[in-house]
C-alpha cells in the first residue's frame, strides 16, 4: 500500500487501510472503493492522507503501535476518567479521582508493554479521529510518544510509569475550557487564546489534590508548554526550571500537535514535524530529547514516497531501528522512467539520502 494525499486519489481507488474514528469503530473498512463523493467527505473531515492499495507495494504492512484492542480500551478509558476528574470540583469526590487515577496507571503500564513488546519505530499518521474527541486521542498518542522517548532514554520502570501518567493526564485542565474555544476553526482572538492557556494550571490544581499520585504528575500538566529560554507559559520558567518530564512531554504534545489532523488546519507530515522540534532544539526543546525521539519515531512512514539525492524515486518499505532517517527504500523510478522494482537500504547506503516526499497519487 501507498501514503497519498486524499486531495489526490484518483475516483476508484482501494482504500488499503481502514479508517477509524476515536471510539475504535470502522469508519471505512480496508478495500472500499473511494468514489468522488466519498473523497470529498474524507477532505471535509480532515482526512488529509489515506493508504490506497497499490500494485507495487501490495505486500508492504502497515504496523500499529498499539493493538486495536488496546487502543479501544485505553480511548474509552481515558475518555471516562477525564470526564470523572472534571467533574470533580471538591475533595468530596476524592475517591472517585484517586480510583480514576489508579486505572489510568494500570492502563499506562499496558500501553507501555506493548510499546516495549514491538521492535517497530512508532508512526501515528494512520490514526485517524473526528475532531469531537481530540484531547482524549491526543493525550493517548502524546503518552505513547512520552514513553517510547522515555524507553530510548533508559529510563528506570518506575519513572517511565510517572511519565506515562503525566502524559496521559497533560491535557486534563482543557476539559474545563469551552469547547467553542477548543473547536474553533478560525483563529483565536487574544482573548480566547489567553483562556487556552489556563488549562496548564487549571490541570496542575486538579491533579496536585488527588491522593497517592506523584506531583510529578501534576507538574507535567503544569510545565508541558514551558520552554527552555523561558518563552513559554504560565509561569515562563526556564531550562533549569523545568522537570524533565515537562521537557519529553513538551516534545511528544508539540510533535503530535502538528502531526495530527485539526478542524483549523492540515497535518503535517512526520520529517516535517521533526523539522518544527530541531528548529527549537536548545532553545526551546531539549536537544537530547529529541534526538531520542528521533531514534524512536518512523521519520518517514512505510507507504511513503520519497525522492533520493541522485533523483531515484522510490517507496519506503521498511524501518531499520534506531536511525529513522534512512529506511529501505523500494525504488520504482530512475530518471523519470519506471522500473522493475528493486529495494536499498539507506542504512547501508550513507552517500544517499531522502531529500524529499511526494504524497500526490501515483502516476505509473
Do not use: W
Not at 482526512?47 to 479501544?72: F, N, V
Not at 514491538?118 to 490514526?127: F, I, M
Not at 489534590?209 to 518563552?231: D, M
Request: aromatic fraction near 6%; glycine fraction near 6%.
Amino acid at each position: 500500500m501507498r501514503l497519498v494525499q486524499t486531495a489526490t486519489v484518483l475516483e476508484g481507488t482501494l482504500l488499503g487501510k481502514a479508517i477509524y474514528n476515536d471510539k475504535g469503530q470502522i469508519l471505512l473498512n480496508e478495500g472500499v472503493k473511494l468514489e468522488r463523493k466519498l473523497i470529498k467527505r474524507l477532505i471535509e473531515m480532515g482526512i488529509h492522507y489515506i493508504y490506497i492499495k497499490d500494485q507495487k507495494t501490495e505486500d508492504l504492512a502497515i504496523c500499529d503501535p498499539l493493538s486495536m484492542k488496546l487502543k479501544k480500551k485505553a480511548m474509552d478509558s481515558i475518555e471516562k476518567h477525564f470526564l470523572e476528574i472534571e467533574s470533580g470540583k471538591d475533595m468530596s469526590n476524592v475517591l472517585a479521582l484517586e480510583k480514576a487515577a489508579k486505572n489510568l496507571k494500570t492502563l499506562v503500564r499496558e500501553i507501555l508493554f506493548e510499546i516495549k513488546s514491538n521492535q517497530e519505530l512508532l508512526v501515528l499518521l494512520s490514526e485517524v479521529y473526528t475532531y469531537d474527541h481530540y484531547i482524549f486521542t491526543h493525550s493517548l498518542n502524546v503518552t505513547m510518544y512520552s514513553l517510547a522517548i522515555g524507553i530510548k532514554l533508559n529510563l528506570p520502570e518506575k519513572d517511565l510509569e510517572v511519565l506515562g501518567l503525566g502524559a496521559i493526564l497533560h491535557d486534563v485542565g482543557k476539559m474545563k475550557i469551552p469547547e467553542q474555544i477548543l473547536l474553533k476553526p478560525d483563529k483565536l482572538t487574544k482573548e480566547e487564546y489567553e483562556e487556552v492557556k489556563k488549562h496548564a494550571e487549571v490541570g496542575f490544581q486538579i491533579l496536585r489534590k488527588i491522593p497517592n499520585v506523584s506531583l510529578i504528575v501534576a507538574h507535567c500538566a503544569y510545565q508541558h508548554h514551558e520552554r527552555l529560554n523561558g518563552t513559554g507559559y504560565p509561569r515562563g520558567i526556564k531550562s533549569k526550571d523545568i522537570h524533565y518530564f515537562g521537557k519529553i512531554i513538551a516534545v511528544a504534545d508539540v510533535f503530535d500537535a502538528v502531526t495530527s489532523n485539526r478542524v483549523y488546519r492540515q497535518a503535517m507530515l512526520p520529517h516535517e514535524g521533526l523539522e518544527i522540534l530541531y528548529s527549537g532544539s536548545e532553545t526551546l526543546f531539549d536537544k537530547k530529547i529529541i534526538e531520542a525521539f528521533r531514534q524512536a519515531v518512523a521519520v518517514y512512514p512505510v507507504g511513503i514516497t520519497v525522492v533520493l539525492n541522485d533523483g531515484r524515486k522510490g517507496v519506503v518499505s521498511k524501518q531499520n531501528s534506531g536511525v529513522s532517517d534512512r529506511p529501505v527504500v523500494r525504488i520504482i523510478e530512475e530518471n523519470g522512467m519506471e522500473v522493475s522494482p528493486y529495494e536499498i537500504n539507506l542504512q547501508a547506503e550513507l552517500d544517499l539520502m531522502i531529500t524529499a516526499c511526494d504524497t500526490t497519487f501515483p502516476k505509473n
